[in-house]
């Protein structure tokens, strides 16, 4: 199957500075990205839906000035954590979807990132 | 509103028994579902979907998992289980736009 990697795997920072996740599709092109929120022991909490060449579209209660989404281009999404505070301590996860057939999404390994 | 219900939160079995995972689904249109499972330190990896035809789906690794409408379930099934299948199992249903929503996960462990 296609390969979807994520960078870094896992951050420290520190509180108040801001931090940035790489999504990459390595084999095909993805118009369209996710990102998840995993707390610990919980579920996948779809975050937002990152559209190439547009704006982000954010799913009720996540803040949009502070989880900053970009898609620049047809293989790679951006999430930036701005000035991170140690509530946002989670592992978060993107997705890409491949419209071509059999129209799977792939998923990444994650990034933790940790807020001291 | 979608959502999805694993009740189940732990799971232990004996190497060797058959399982069963259980998924219940709301959603207002024809679902599309989905059995992920997820090791440590690796990216959810799917087992097996369901978006129509064929009620019993077949997956990867000896999973399948049917589809019953009148019940909204869609549970997980294998009927073996190997040590190499301890991880968590999540559930998802697609919606609108590609987007996912996912169960809260059952961890599996398996007892040799």
Known sequence: GAVVSQHPSWVICKSGTSVKIECRSLDFQATTMFWYRQFPKQSLMLMATSNEGSKATYEQGVEKDKFLINHASLTLSTLTVTSAHPEDSSFYICSAYDDREPYEQYFGPGTRLTVT | ?112
């Open chain 2, 1 to 112: 509103a979608q959502s999805v219900t694993q009740p189940d939160i732990h799971i232990t079995v004996s190497e060797g028994a058959s399982l069963e995972l259980r998924c219940n689904y709301s959603y207002g249109a024809t679902p599309y579902l989905f059995w992920y499972v997820q090791s440590p330190g690796q990216g959810l990896q799917l087992l097996l979907k369901y978006f129509s035809g064929d009620t019993l789906v077949q997956g990867i690794k000896g999973f399948e998992a049917e589809f019953k409408r009148s019940q909204s379930s869609f549970n997980l099934r294998k009927p073996s289980v190997h040590w190499s299948d301890a991880a968590e199992y999540f559930c998802a249903v697609g919606g609108n736009f590609n987007k996912f929503y996912f169960g809260s996960g059952t961890k599996l462990n398996v007892k040799p």
